[in-house]
């Protein structure tokens, strides 16, 4: 990787960042282990709208959360300047959805540890922050120098690879281990099936056994 | 499944008449099961781990994890009718909030058969939400960092209230619970009174057919606890509201509801009138004094003062 595609890989990441920041932090919707291991769920069984819907709409906060994702966006347009390449138009469009999978492998890895917080409330109430940082921080090294026994594990088993490095090789036509440029989005739905899964299974658990830990917390606020 | 208890999205307030309340254990025109709250054998046992802090215990703990089954409710059976106002009471640990917690769908039961308004908490979650209203004294619905109005509004559209209705309503509770001052402030910013009458106009805005109340009144002065109590009683006695609430003063409990459903260690210990609860206590021998009282209730003379301060 030469180093403005390095740039392009930090911008990217700092994009990802900045929506999940919008889309995905209000209300620690997308911390949701917080939710559960301090009760806050409960609020949630009492409103006439599914559980996915209310989730969905509750993490917008289009002002405080924006600020990542455009200082991201001039970082990128300085990278693609310096790269000095020819982008067809429709590139615009597979860089979104890019994008889009990188935020969901992170929601789904924030889902499926979360799913330990209906157990051990008081353990786990943090583990979607651990989790995200600890992805967020590997994800942004470069991996294009490392010998092929620590990139494969880290695009496989824990992916921090799919969150910035390959959709930037990817973009650029560069998939490493001759991967289809589609292949995040296919972890991203394993991950996402998986989550639900277990999910689900936590929050049987949880209506079965009561946490009995409310905290407000953080709650509408 | 009969439909019968979710037809009606008139706002109570057009219901100018006297509706009078269905008179107490007379079944009401339908089964129970159609409205109103029907509990069958419901059991519920939670598991509480116990810990010791000093000594051997520590190590006892990390070896061999003492667990306690605590049967929270026992085979509990009771069914409320529509229109009923019935007070929840018993001893601290009895099992009232898991109770409220079982018919809100928060929980579920060990074992046994919930049926809220006609619906299963767990099943018919969704639909059941836009007839019911829940509230826990010591929890707040209200956005925090927001107006009131604005929780008003939020209420609004998740419950998706029509226009007029939600318009009767607000103008019903703001009269009734006197919150026309409080709507622009945020809600951080409101005593725990004040919170507790916008957290309630707020559970009434979808007209809800069946409200469950856990302490209400916890922490609330006199004068704010009258206010409730005769706010609830015209919800129920003018609008058919079902009530269902536990508190800890059994005056208050008396003065709104007609009926007393008592439990103790997970079991029903009585279901009745509170005038049958007073035989009872003879029945056991109960001594009690009849208080004749030559000077004024104090509570009454403290309501007054506080009335004059404001
Ligand atoms: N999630 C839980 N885990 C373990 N035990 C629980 C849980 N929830 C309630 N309990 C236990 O169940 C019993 C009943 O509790 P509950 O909160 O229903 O009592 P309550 O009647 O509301 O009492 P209070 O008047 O103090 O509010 C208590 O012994 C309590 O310790
Ligand atoms: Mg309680």
């Known amino acids: ?221 | 499944m009969s439909r019968q208890a979710s037809t009606d999205t008139t706002p109570w307030v057009t219901a100018g008449r006297r509706r009078k309340a269905p008179a107490m254990f007379t079944p009401s025109a339908g089964s129970p099961l159609n409205g109103g709250v029907h509990v069958q054998c419901v059991t519920k046992t939670f598991t509480q781990w116990q810990r010791e802090n000093a000594g051997k215990g520590i190590l006892r703990n990390l070896l061999k994890p003492q667990k306690k089954t605590v049967h929270a409710l026992d085979d509990v059976s009771f069914t409320i009718n529509p229109g009923e106002f019935v007070a929840y009471a018993g001893p601290n640990g009895a099992g009232k909030s898991t109770t409220m917690k079982l018919l809100a769908g928060m929980l579920q039961p060990t074992q046994g058969t919930v049926s809220v308004l006609g619906m299963s908490p767990d099943k018919d979650r969704i639909r059941l939400m836009k007839k019911l209203g829940v509230l826990f004294g010591n929890r707040t619905e209200l956005w925090w960092d927001h107006p009131i109005s604005q929780s008003f509004e939020w209420k609004r559209v998740v419950w998706d209230i029509p226009d007029d209705v939600y318009k009767r309503n607000l103008e019903m509770v703001t009269d009734l619970l006197d919150i026309g001052e409080l709507q622009k402030t945020f809600a951080r910013e409101l005593s725990l009174g004040q919170r507790m009458r916008a957290d309630l106009a707020m559970m009434l805005l979808h007209s809800p057919t069946l409200i469950l109340l856990d302490e209400p009144t916890l922490g609330l002065d006199v004068v704010a606890k009258r206010q409730m109590i005769d706010f609830l009683k015209k919800v129920n006695r003018e609008n058919g509201v079902t009530i269902v609430v536990t508190s800890h003063d059994m005056d208050d409990l008396e003065e709104m509801a007609e009926r007393i459903l008592m439990i103790s260690n997970g079991k029903i210990a009585y279901d009745g009138s509170f005038d049958g609860l007073r035989a009872l206590s003879e029945a056991y021998g109960i001594e009690t004094q009849t208080v004749v009282i030559k000077k004024a209730p104090i509570e009454q003379v403290i309501a007054g003062l506080y009335k004059a301060w404001k």
């Open chain 1, 1 to 221: 990787m030469n180093r403005f595609e390095v740039l392009f890989m930090l911008a990217y990441t700092t994009i990802v960042t900045g929506i999940f920041q919008t889309f995905c932090s209000g209300a620690n919707t997308g911390h949701i282990s917080r939710r559960i291991g301090r009760g806050q769920l409960e609020h949630m069984f009492n409103q006439p709208v599914s559980l996915p819907m209310q989730l969905a709409t509750e993490g917008f906060i289009p002002f405080s959360g924006s600020s990542n994702l455009i200082s991201g966006t001039v970082i990128m347009a300085v990278a693609l300047n310096g790269l000095d390449i020819v982008l067809p138009w429709w590139w615009v469009l597979s860089l979104i959805g890019n994008l889009i999978v990188t935020v969901a492998i992170i929601l789904g890895n924030s889902y499926f540890a979360s799913s330990l917080a209906f157990y051990a409330p008081v353990q786990a109430e943090e583990i979607s922050t651990f989790v995200i940082d600890t992805f967020g921080h590997i994800s942004t090294f470069p991996l294009s120098g490392m010998p092929r026994y620590l990139q494969f594990p880290l695009i496989t088993f824990i992916p921090t690879g799919l969150l910035a490095w390959f959709p930037t090789l990817a973009l650029f036509g560069k998939a490493p281990f001759g991967l289809s440029a589609w292949y995040p989005l296919l972890i991203a739905i394993i991950l996402w099936l998986f989550a639900a899964h277990f999910f689900r299974k936590g929050l049987h658990y949880y209506v079965k056994t009561g946490i009995n830990r409310y905290h407000p917390m953080g709650h509408r606020r």
